[in-house]
C-alpha cells in the first residue's frame, strides 16, 4: 500500500471508529506502530569500542617496550598540543571502573585491543607474562560482567624494537607470531578475534601522508609495499589465529574501507558505487576478499606495484568468519561513462555539514551502503559495525554535565541505516559505538572527544554524557529512540 492509500485507509478507518466506539482507530495505530517498527533483530550484539594505546596509559610499567606513537608523541609538534598516550585514560589501573561503565549501558560486548609490546617488548622473541596477566584480569572481569571481549590483535602501537616497521616483511611474520601466541592464551575465554584495524590508516597516514606513526612521507612505491606488508600481515595472522585457537573461535579484520553511496537510487547508481568500492579500496579490503590485487591497481601502480612473493595472495585471502567495518563518512558517487572508470566521486564542499573532526562528513547512508556494497560484492559470512561514532565540541555545563544532542543526532540517523541493512536482511550481526570514553585520539591529541563518557584528565574522573543515556534506552529497546 502506498502511503496516499494507507491515508486514505487509515481516515476511512478513523472515521469508522468514531461511530464504532474507538476500536478500529486502535487497530490502524497498531497496524501504523508495525509499519513503522524501529527494532533491531533479537540476537543483534550491541557494544562498545576503544584501543590500548588510546586508554591504557602505563606505558612503561610491568614490563611494556616502547612503540612507534609512544616515539612519535614525543617527537615536539608532531600531535596536538605535545599530548602523549604516557597517561591517557589510566585505564591500566581503572580497567574495573570502565567495565562498570560497560555494564551499566547494558552492552553485551566489548572490543578492545591488544599492545603487543606489553607481550612481547621487543615484537618478538622473550615474552612479558606480566603483560598477558593483564589482559587475562581484564577478559575476566569483562566476562564476569556478562560481557563478551572482541580483542583486536593490532591497533596501531607497534613495537618500536621491529628493525624497519612496516617496511619490513619480516614484521607481518612477527605479527602472526603473535596473533598465534595470544590467540592460544585467550581463546578458552575470547570467542572473536580482529586481526588488524585500519589497514589504510596504520598504513598511508603512517608512511605516505606522514601524520601519524612513524611520521614518514615514502615514495609511492614504498608506500604500496607497506601496504602490501600490512595486508599480509592480516592474512598470515589469520592462519597462525586459527593454528592456535581453540575450535569454534571466530577470525575476521576490521578495516576502514573508503565508503562510497550512489548520489541516487538508480541501476546505474548503484553498479557505478560498486565500481568505486572495488578500486578505490583495491589495495585494502579488496585484496583481502579476493586474493588479488585488481588490474586497474596494478596498471596505475605501474614500477611502483608492490612486490608480491609466492603465497602472498592466498594468505591475505585466508577465509574469514566476519567482516567488521569502521564507518565515519561517505562519498557520494554518480555512474559517468566518459570516466573510464565507470564512476566519479563527488568532492566534499566547504559547507557540507560534518562534526567536530575536520574530515567527519555527516552522511548516515554510508552505514547502509557500506553493509550492502560488502555483502553484495563479496557475500561475508558475517559483518559488524566494529567502529562508528563522532567527535564533538563536549564541555561541562554549569551542573557538571555534557548535553551532547550532536552526537545522539548523529547515532540516530547512522543507526537507522544501519537497522535498515539490517531489515534487508543483509548479514549484519552487531555494532560496536567508538567510543566508550574520551581518549587519546592520536595526532589530534585530546582535544577531541569521541566518548560516549566525559573524561577529566587532570582527575580522571568519568561522567556519562546524555549520549551515554540515549545508547542505554537504545540497547534496553533494542530499538531507536
Not at 163 to 186: C, E, H, I, V
Not at 319 to 337: E, R, S
Not at 364 to 381: H, I, L, T
Request: glycine share 10%; hydrophobic share 40%; with cysteine.
Amino acid at each position: 500500500m502506498d502511503r496516499r492509500n494507507f491515508m486514505k485507509s487509515g481516515m476511512a478507518m478513523g472515521g469508522a471508529a468514531l461511530a464504532t466506539g474507538g476500536g478500529t482507530l486502535a487497530a490502524t495505530r497498531a497496524a501504523a506502530a508495525t509499519a513503522s517498527d524501529l527494532s533491531f533483530p533479537k540476537d543483534f550484539l550491541w557494544g562498545c569500542a576503544t584501543a590500548s594505546y588510546q586508554i591504557e596509559g602505563a606505558v612503561k610499567e610491568d614490563g611494556r617496550g616502547l612503540t612507534n606513537w609512544d616515539v612519535f608523541s614525543h617527537t615536539p609538534g608532531k600531535v596536538a598540543n605535545n599530548d602523549t598516550g604516557d597517561v591517557a585514560c589510566d585505564s591500566y589501573h581503572r580497567y574495573n571502573e570502565d567495565i562498570a561503565l560497560l555494564k551499566n549501558l547494558g552492552v553485551k560486548a566489548y572490543r578492545m585491543s591488544i599492545a603487543w609490546s606489553r607481550i612481547f617488548p621487543e615484537g618478538r622473541g622473550k615474552f612479558n607474562q606480566k603483560g598477558l596477566d593483564y589482559y587475562n584480569r581484564v577478559i575476566d572481569a569483562l566476562l564476569a560482567a556478562g560481557i563478551q571481549p572482541n580483542v583486536t590483535m593490532f591497533h596501531w602501537d607497534l613495537p618500536q624494537a621491529l628493525p624497519g616497521g612496516w617496511q619490513n616483511r619480516d614484521t607481518a611474520k612477527a605479527f602472526a607470531d603473535y596473533a598465534g601466541f595470544m590467540a592460544g592464551k585467550l581463546s578458552d575465554r575470547v570467542h572473536r578475534f580482529m586481526t588488524v584495524n585500519e589497514l589504510r590508516c596504520f598504513t598511508d597516514l603512517g608512511h605516505m601522508v606522514g601524520i601519524h606513526a612513524p611520521g614518514l612521507k615514502l615514495p609511492q612505491g614504498q608506500v604500496n609495499q607497506v601496504r602490501h606488508h600490512g595486508c599480509l600481515a592480516h592474512g598470515l595472522g589469520v592462519q597462525a589465529i586459527r593454528a592456535n585457537a581453540k575450535a569454534g573461535t571466530e577470525v575476521g579484520i576490521a578495516d576502514n574501507a573508503s565508503i562510497f553511496v550512489p548520489v541516487i537510487e538508480t541501476p546505474e547508481h548503484i553498479e557505478a558505487t560498486k565500481k568505486a568500492m572495488r578500486e578505490e579500496n583495491a589495495m585494502f579490503l579488496t585484496a583481502v576478499m579476493e586474493g588479488k590485487y585488481t588490474d586497474a591497481y596494478l596498471k596505475s601502480a605501474g614500477a611502483d606495484a608492490p612486490k608480491v612473493q609466492a603465497g602472498d595472495m592466498a594468505a591475505i585471502a585466508s577465509p574469514l568468519d566476519f567482516v567488521a567495518l569502521n564507518i565515519y563518512t561517505p562519498t557520494f558517487v554518480k555512474a559517468n561513462p566518459e570516466d573510464p572508470r565507470g564512476y566519479t566521486p563527488l568532492p566534499h564542499l566547504p559547507n557540507s555539514p560534518r562534526m567536530a573532526s575536520p574530515w567527519l562528513y555527516v552522511g548516515p547512508e554510508a552505514a547502509y551502503w557500506g553493509v550492502r556494497a560488502v555483502s553484495e560484492m563479496w557475500n561475508p559470512k558475517a559483518i559488524y559495525i566494529s567502529e562508528n561514532g563522532t567527535s564533538a565540541d563536549d564541555k561541562l555545563n554549569d551542573k557538571g554535565l555534557v548535553d551532547d544532542g550532536d552526537r545522539i543526532m548523529y547515532l540516530r540517523n547512522y543507526l537507522g541505516q544501519f537497522r535498515r541493512a539490517a531489515a534487508e536482511g543483509y548479514p549484519l550481526k552487531g555494532y560496536f559505538l567508538w567510543s566508550l570514553m574520551d581518549n587519546f585520539e592520536w595526532a589530534d591529541g585530546y582535544g577531541l572527544r569521541f566518548g560516549l563518557h566525559h573524561v577529566d584528565y587532570a582527575t580522571q574522573k568519568r561522567t556519562p554524557k546524555l549520549s551515554a543515556q540515549w545508547y542505554k534506552e537504545l540497547i534496553r529497546r533494542n530499538a531507536l529512540v
